[in-house]
């Protein structure tokens, strides 16, 4: 048990009048990372915020206290009311590009599982959108010879365009063949990644905060299995893939 750990970081949505999600700086041990905190009763906080807080970590999921609003982010938070997807709902079929330049659908995986996350190529946090790529490439790797295959789709669909894409998917060896990396209509795209609890805002340039979540997803494109945040092991999920049909 942790108490009065000092927390730093960014408010990105009210789930409930005690709870919030934060996009939070490293601290004590923790990286860089969204997180669910349990805040006091009557706390007013707003998508976008900059704060800081003390931390217990004896409660779950941890509480905040002594929290203290230190400014507004640098622009408004991109937070939209989504109708949120569930485990058993069929994947929503949107039009995406392909980093080949290729127009689909995730329709087009009709009869194959794949694992489906949410990355942006100008990331540069290690335990974030690289940590989730370099997973995959295990993935990619230990579900050779299945039919299993690997989505990502851009959180920054204006600047990961297919070359992009084609030359950060190069970086982490995918197969365009069985792992895709998807762009498309700026919103649409934003719309979708929302509706899978994918909560994400500017914070500079080139950089975005963002949840983090992988879902599994069957065959016939139902939701089978969420692994909320990014530290989710590799040989489960390819476990995981080789057994859902």
């Not at 970086?171 to 609890?197: E, I, K, M, N, S």
């Not at 500017?202 to 969420?226: K, M, N, Q, W, Y």
């Amino acid at each position: 048990m942790l108490l009065g750990l000092l927390l730093s970081g960014i408010v990105l949505m009210t789930e409930s009048p005690t709870q919030v999600v934060v996009h939070h700086e490293a601290f004590a041990k923790m990286p860089a990372m969204s997180m669910t905190f349990r805040v006091p009763a009557g706390t007013k906080l707003q998508p976008g915020e900059r704060i800081t807080a003390s931390v217990d970590t004896s409660t779950e999921p941890w509480s905040l206290s002594a929290i203290r609003v230190i400014g507004a982010a640098p622009t408004a938070p991109n937070l939209r009311p989504p109708n949120f997807l569930k485990v058993g709902d069929r994947v929503p079929v949107i039009p995406f590009v392909d980093q080949t330049g290729r127009a689909t659908t995730l329709a087009a995986l009709h009869g194959r599982p794949y694992a489906l996350a949410f990355i942006y190529t100008r990331c540069r946090d290690p335990q974030m959108c690289p940590f989730v790529s370099g997973k995959l490439h295990y993935v990619q790797t230990h579900t050779a010879g299945t039919r299993a295959a690997l989505v990502e789709v851009s959180l920054d669909p204006a600047y990961d365009r297919p070359p992009v894409l084609a030359r950060y998917g190069a970086t982490y060896g995918a197969d365009p063949r069985r792992w895709h990396l998807l762009t498309g209509d700026p919103r649409t795209v934003l719309d979708f990644a929302a509706r899978f609890g994918i909560l994400e805002r500017s914070a500079g340039p080139e950089t975005i905060v963002h949840t983090e979540r992988l879902a599994i997803v069957d065959s016939t494109g139902r939701i089978v299995r969420f692994y909320d945040g990014a530290a989710w092991r590799p040989d489960e999920v390819a476990r995981t893939l080789a057994r859902t049909s």
